[in-house]
Structures are given as C-alpha cells and as structure tokens.
C-alpha cells in the first residue's frame, strides 16, 4: 500500500546521495588540489577538509540507509498488515460457507429424516393394507368356499326334499290304497257275518 508520499521521499533520497556523492567529489578534488599544490598547509587542510566532507557523506548515506530500511520495514509491515486483513476476511468468508453450508445440510438432513419417517408410515400402512387384502382374500375364500358347501348342502337338501315329496306321494297312495282295501274289508265284513263267524 503505497501513498503519495513515498515517491517524492525517494527522490529526496535520491538528491541526498547525490549531495553525499559530490561531496565525495569535492574531498577527492580538495586532496588531488592540495597534493597538486604541494606543501603540508593546504595538504593537511585538505586531509580534514576531506575527512570532514567523507564524514558528512557517510552520515548523510547511513541517514539514508536507516531511511530506506525504515521505509521497507514500514511497507512490510503494512502489507503484513494488509494480508491479515485479507485473511481475516477470507476466513470470515470461509466460516460465513461453512455456516450457510452446515444450515443448507442440516435442512437437507431434516427434509432427509422427515423423508425416512414418511416412507416408513408408508411401508407400515402398505404392509397394513396387504394384511388386510390378504384377510379378506382369505375371508372371501372361506365366504366361497362355505358358500359352495351350503350350495351343496342346498342341492342335497333339495334332492332329499324331492325324493320325500316323492315318498310322501307313494305312501298317500299306499295309503289310500290301504284305506280303500280297508274299506272293502270292512264292507266284507259287515255283508258277511257268518264269514266273521267262519273266520
């Protein structure tokens, strides 16, 4: 995360090494001046002169260097900062899925149990309903089969009352021949008394 800021400080930097730089320059040109001139005088004044300005740049780099490594501690530290953030997010994004996603689960789960449990009533009652069938298969069986029984218990019945309707008729004629032998008898009887006498 880079502000407007920065640019601008490193060009100053950059102007500040190039300050350190001609002051280098300037101690080398002092020495080289003095040296060319000759003597101790100006060769000693140019020794600390060039001491002085080697110091300045030094410390004008080192300034510089502790600046450069202030900066890049700075910008590790606000993209440290910025990947935190993005974690902290992306983990807030990942425990808000994983909550939509344990909810949309748990829904399937309860739809899924309620699912279960209705297909187990519906097994019950099918397997209710087929006992029930298979009862009245049975009763309807046993209803068929006591109704061809009493249908040939009917037909028995029937023969038997025929063959009695035909018995009762032969002996109503037994009968009424037994009556009419027995009326003649009778007539026998009472027309012959010495026949009674002789019996």
Known sequence: MTSPSQPSRRRQRS?????????????????VGAAV???SGPLLGAAVLAVLLGATATRITHSELADSRRD????????????????????????????RTTATLEGHRS??????????????????????????????????AEGRLLTGLLD?????????????????????????ELDAERAAWAVSP????RA
């Open 37 to 39: 001139v000759g003597g």
């Open 15 to 31: 102007a500040r090494v190039l300050v350190a730089c001609v002051l280098l320059a300037l101690a080398v040109v002092a020495v």
């Open 156 to 180: 028995q019945a029937e023969e038997r009352a025929a063959e009695a309707i035909v018995r009762l008729a032969e002996l109503e004629d037994e009968h009424l021949v037994l009556l009419a």
């Open 72 to 99: 890049a501690a700075q910008d590790r530290a606000e993209q440290a900062q910025a990947y935190r953030d993005l974690t902290a997010d992306r983990v807030a994004e990942q425990q808000h899925y994983v909550r």
């Open 111 to 144: 739809t899924i149990s309620g699912l279960v449990e209705e297909l187990a009533g519906a097994r019950t009652e099918v397997a209710e309903a087929r006992l029930a069938v298979e009862r009245e298969h049975d009763r309807a069986d046993r209803a068929e």
């Open 194 to 197: 010495a026949m009674r006498k």
